[in-house]
């Protein structure tokens, strides 16, 4: 059985990444481009030998009282205009395996910019994580016509910030892994997230289930691109 956990919004500082990476497990780091550390939190979890994601800003349905922050991908930009910010989004993160979005309840909803996107991650041999902000993202279907391997996220950890809920989502973690043999878990470096992955990897270990990078649950390439069995949506933590 296998569990992947990922932990977005890295790169405002060293400390959470550099906590995570003690854990010695094979936790995926996320990493949103432009932030003070990105670049430096890049390299250091590359250098680790773990896997890094590009967070990749993305217009949600409350821009623009609600931004998805520099570098973010814009529903009314132009497909030059997408390429180019992609391109320099990649460039912020070296060493990103893959990408998934960051906010983005607007922009995975619609198919013309998602398949500019998918056929970018094509061309450089990436794929795509589905933080899936939105019950109607079209990315399963971008990817499958772009040949990018596609896999979603299962559950938050995080939404509600408070131990016992976030202990809870572990629980909720543990049971999905234990009936499909894998999940998707998201998470993000609060205190109180470190402290209950700190306290559930005992647990995960005693019930016989490995936490893995994201990548190594990708489905084999002649199976559709469909949510994998579990999936759930729930809305984005803020």
């Given at each position: 059985?296998?569990?992947?956990?990922?932990?977005?919004?890295?790169?405002?500082?060293?400390?959470?990444?550099?906590?995570?990476?003690?854990?010695?497990?094979?936790?995926?780091?996320?990493?949103?481009?432009?932030l003070?550390?990105?670049?430096?939190?890049?390299?250091?979890?590359?250098?680790?030998?773990?896997?890094?994601?590009?967070?990749?800003?993305m217009?949600?349905?409350?821009?623009?009282?609600?931004?998805?922050?520099?570098?973010?991908?814009?529903?009314?930009?132009?497909?030059?205009?997408?390429?180019?910010?992609?391109d320099?989004?990649?460039a912020?993160?070296?060493?990103?395996?893959?990408?998934?979005?960051?906010?983005?309840?607007?922009?995975?909803?619609?198919?013309?910019?998602m398949?500019?996107?998918?056929?970018?991650?094509?061309?450089?041999?990436?794929?795509?994580?589905?933080?899936?902000?939105?019950?109607?993202?079209?990315?399963?279907?971008?990817?499958?016509?772009?040949?990018?391997?596609?896999?979603?996220?299962?559950?938050?950890?995080?939404?509600?910030?408070t131990?016992?809920?976030?202990?809870?989502?572990?629980?909720?973690?543990?049971?999905?892994?234990?009936?499909?043999?894998?999940?998707i878990?998201?998470?993000?470096?609060?205190?109180?997230t470190?402290?209950a992955?700190?306290?559930?990897?005992?647990?995960?270990?005693?019930?016989?289930?490995?936490?893995?990078?994201?990548?190594?649950?990708?489905?084999?390439?002649?199976?559709?691109?469909?949510?994998?069995?579990?999936?759930?949506?729930?809305?984005?933590?803020?």
């Amino acid at each position: 059985m296998r569990v992947a956990i990922v932990i977005d919004d890295l790169g405002r500082d060293l400390a959470a990444a550099d906590r995570l990476l003690a854990t010695g497990e094979a936790i995926t780091f996320s990493v949103i481009p432009f932030l003070a550390h990105s670049t430096e939190t890049a390299e250091r979890v590359h250098a680790a030998g773990e896997v890094v994601l590009l967070h990749l800003p993305m217009e949600p349905q409350a821009y623009p009282r609600i931004q998805p922050g520099k570098g973010g991908l814009l529903v009314a930009m132009d497909e030059a205009t997408l390429c180019r910010q992609l391109d320099d989004d990649l460039a912020a993160v070296p060493f990103a395996e893959g990408v998934n979005n960051h906010m983005g309840s607007r922009l995975t909803e619609e198919a013309a910019p998602m398949a500019v996107v998918m056929a970018e991650l094509a061309a450089r041999g990436l794929f795509f994580l589905d933080s899936r902000t939105t019950p109607h993202s079209v990315a399963p279907v971008a990817a499958a016509r772009a040949g990018v391997p596609w896999l979603a996220r299962d559950i938050f950890l995080d939404n509600d910030q408070t131990p016992e809920a976030i202990a809870t989502q572990f629980d909720r973690l543990i049971d999905l892994a234990l009936q499909h043999g894998h999940a998707i878990a998201i998470g993000h470096p609060h205190p109180a997230t470190l402290e209950a992955l700190e306290a559930a990897l005992p647990r995960l270990r005693a019930e016989g289930i490995v936490v893995v990078p994201v990548g190594d649950l990708l489905p084999p390439p002649e199976v559709d691109l469909l949510p994998p069995a579990g999936a759930m949506w729930s809305p984005p933590s803020p």
